[in-house]
């Protein structure tokens, strides 16, 4: 297969392991090296003339990886370039049009790796300059209906950007008598949430909204551990889709399903590796493993990143308050309303309070769950607060999160966290004050600054106001890694004046942890 692609005459690009792989396959000497060079290294050219690497400096950055080495290319290759570990840091044989480095041009530490994609992409393989996603759907569309044959496309929709694009392109295929999707409310959604699915699929009744808020809150009903709701959230969908399966005859062979996944999913690496498991928890309902199983599923949008399906979705004229949508997890509410095993006071420390709630922390490869500190300060100067979180975290040990008092009715050695477990009441408080944070970021346009705002409720506060509000807004490109943001001054003290309108809300914090050590979600 390797060779195959080799001879067919294309040209072929080796990165890193791919440079080895060329080198092997073609009779150069690939070995295991002296020493390994991991991170960043400095590539020098030799000079000699080359497409791969036109227009790019004589010296330059570049991010390596490797250990093994190609200690001579293969006949044919001229060595591009060097460092100071590795003798074939880039090599080329023009004539068959294959092109090899050892570095990683993908990356944004090596600071030239996009002249050199380029140069490959534009020159070498001729590709067009002004691509872009939109111009794909014409062949998307065309794929849908060869796929979908004479049989109609069912969804399970989230109201997320993916589902909601790949349902619309096989509408657009497809044409509104065949494509029918199903949006299952658990009833621990944002407020208005419902409503926008409604009306965003509502239109030909090409949607039906399957209400099981009491289900899911029976099911959770005095859980209080974060991954057995999880668990418990998943089997329960697991029951409400095969229901509906089995209701609408979807298994009758004139169905298939359609599934909003995207290229990330599919990569079993990084901040995806989640992603995926996640929305293939679809694929645990034994009908939709059938379904799978015999090939009926279409998945328009598993070869585009995340971007490039927005931009799809704005070529099909989708609002753009769809699009720019935040992430939100697919256990909703749930695992942002914390819950306690019993009624516990702050615990004081040099640096503030310990609060006894346990929230998760990404420290070395290993989640862990341990108390969070409140520290007294106001969150509103620049990064330096959260550089003393960091401090603070590597300093205490067992804590991985620290949050910044910004409003309570109580000091808070008068406070305390109370006994408590996912209820009606809960939920809607969360929802009530999610719903404040949304409006006000959204008017002032602080959303858009943002990668993810989870808005958490902590059972902790003082006599008849037992739940606290954190405002976690995070900058991220990918949820892997993310930076607590500060917001702007006045911003936040109308946030905190509205979230104090609430009675039942005894204090708002701001969270100033990093992912790591920090992750997104508390729990
Ligand atoms: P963490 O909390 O691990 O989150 O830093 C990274 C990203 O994953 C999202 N997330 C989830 N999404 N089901 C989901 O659909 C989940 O159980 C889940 N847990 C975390 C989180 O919102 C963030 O974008």
Redesign the pocket.
């Known amino acids: 297969m390797e060779m195959a692609v080799l001879t067919a005459g294309i040209p072929v690009l080796g990165i890193c392991y791919g440079q080895q792989l060329i080198a092997h396959l073609l009779g150069g000497d690939v070995r295991p090296g002296d020493k390994g060079e991991f991170g960043l290294a400095l590539l020098d050219l030799t000079g000699e003339e080359s497409d791969l690497l036109r227009g790019v400096a004589d010296h330059q950055q570049v991010w390596m990886s490797h250990r093994d080495k190609v200690a001579a290319p293969p006949a044919g290759f001229r060595i591009l370039a060097t460092t100071s570990t590795c003798d074939t840091g880039a090599i080329e044989d023009s004539a068959r049009r294959i092109y090899a480095v050892q570095f990683h041009p993908e990356v944004v530490h090596t600071t030239e790796g996009m002249r050199i994609l380029r140069n490959f992409l534009f020159d070498i393989c001729g590709c067009e300059k002004d691509w872009n996603a939109g111009q794909r759907i014409p062949l998307v569309e065309d794929l849908i209906r060869q796929r979908a044959g004479d049989r109609n496309i069912f969804f399970f929709v989230s109201g997320g950007v993916d589902s909601t694009v790949a349902f619309m392109l096989c509408l657009d295929a497809l044409g509104s008598d065949r494509v029918r999707g199903v949006y299952v409310d658990t009833g621990l959604m944002r407020e208005g949430e419902t409503e926008f699915v409604r009306q965003t699929f509502g239109a030909f009744g090409l949607i039906r909204i399957e209400e099981c808020e009491e289900e899911f809150l029976a099911a959770l009903e005095g859980v209080r551990e974060p991954e057995l709701k999880?668990h418990i959230i998943g089997e329960q969908f697991v029951k409400v889709q095969e229901r509906i399966i089995h209701e609408m005859g979807l298994l009758s062979g004139r169905w298939i399903l359609g599934q909003g996944t995207i290229y990330p999913d599919t990569i079993e690496s990084g901040g995806t590796a989640?992603a995926a498991t996640?929305k293939t928890h679809h694929n645990r309902v034994p009908g939709i493993q059938k379904l799978i199983e015999s090939g009926h599923i279409v998945e328009p949008l598993a070869d585009f990143y995340k971007d490039e399906v927005r931009a799809i979705g704005r070529e099909l004229g989708l609002a753009p308050q769809l699009l720019e949508r935040h992430?939100f997890?697919?256990?909703g509410l749930a695992?942002r309303c914390l819950c306690a095993e019993e009624d516990q006071p702050f615990t004081r420390m040099p640096d503030g309070y310990l609060l006894p709630v346990r929230s998760?922390g990404v420290q070395g490869d290993s989640r862990s769950y341990a108390p969070v500190l409140a520290i007294e300060a106001f969150p509103s100067a620049g990064a330096r607060l959260q550089d003393e979180a960091t401090e603070l975290v590597n300093r205490s040990r067992g804590v991985n999160r620290v949050i910044a008092r910004v409003a309570s009715r109580e000091s808070l050695e008068h406070q305390q966290v109370f006994a408590s477990t996912i209820t009606h009441g809960r939920v809607a408080l969360l929802r009530r004050a999610d719903a404040v944070v949304r409006e006000l970021s959204r008017d002032s346009e602080f959303d858009k600054e943002v990668w993810?705002f989870p808005v958490i409720l902590i059972p902790a506060g003082h006599g008849e106001a037992r739940d606290s509000v954190v405002l976690r807004p995070i900058q991220s490109v990918d949820?892997m890694t993310?930076d607590s943001v500060t917001m702007p001054d006045e911003l936040l003290r109308e946030m905190a004046r509205r979230l104090m309108e609430i009675p039942e809300i005894a204090a708002v914090y701001y969270d100033l942890t990093h992912?790591p050590p920090g992750?997104?979600?508390w729990e």
């Open positions: 999880r989640k996640i992430p997890p697919g256990p695992i998760v993810q949820g993310a992912k992750t997104i979600e």
